[in-house]
């Protein structure tokens, strides 16, 4: 997959987008709802109601892109916030979208033992 750049901000927009909208309609919301600069750089993330289907926008620099994924089994985690906006990591970005809870990973193993 092509993607942003390492260190790029990712914005969650809490709460379920009409995934009809393409281009034009999620960055209306991008300004309107989170209140940032579609324009900008960030990646704006948005899940529709089943919570099997996620959208990602960002301008890469010469013009808007726009990523769909749709999970065959299970949902994405999405947050909740009062504020509409959650801020991730891109390597949270990168376990929302193979479908892992990014809130709380689980590691294949802990250390026992300090050497």
């Given at each position: 997959m092509i993607g942003p750049p390492s260190g790029v901000r990712v914005y969650l927009a809490a709460g379920v987008t009409d995934m009809r909208k393409g281009f034009d309609g999620l960055a209306a919301l991008v300004?309107?709802?989170l209140r940032q600069d579609?324009?900008?750089g960030a990646?704006?993330?948005f899940r529709g109601r089943r919570g099997d289907l996620v959208k990602l926008l960002w301008w890469d620099g010469q013009?808007?892109?726009l990523h769909a994924k749709r999970l065959e089994r299970g949902r994405f985690t999405w947050p909740t916030t009062a504020d509409?906006?959650?801020v991730l990591t891109p390597a949270q970005l990168s376990m929302l979208l193979e479908g892992v809870d990014w809130r709380h990973p689980i590691r294949?193993?802990?250390p026992t033992l300090a050497w």
């Amino acid at each position: 997959m092509i993607g942003p750049p390492s260190g790029v901000r990712v914005y969650l927009a809490a709460g379920v987008t009409d995934m009809r909208k393409g281009f034009d309609g999620l960055a209306a919301l991008v300004q309107q709802r989170l209140r940032q600069d579609p324009f900008g750089g960030a990646v704006y993330a948005f899940r529709g109601r089943r919570g099997d289907l996620v959208k990602l926008l960002w301008w890469d620099g010469q013009g808007l892109v726009l990523h769909a994924k749709r999970l065959e089994r299970g949902r994405f985690t999405w947050p909740t916030t009062a504020d509409g906006v959650a801020v991730l990591t891109p390597a949270q970005l990168s376990m929302l979208l193979e479908g892992v809870d990014w809130r709380h990973p689980i590691r294949s193993s802990q250390p026992t033992l300090a050497w």
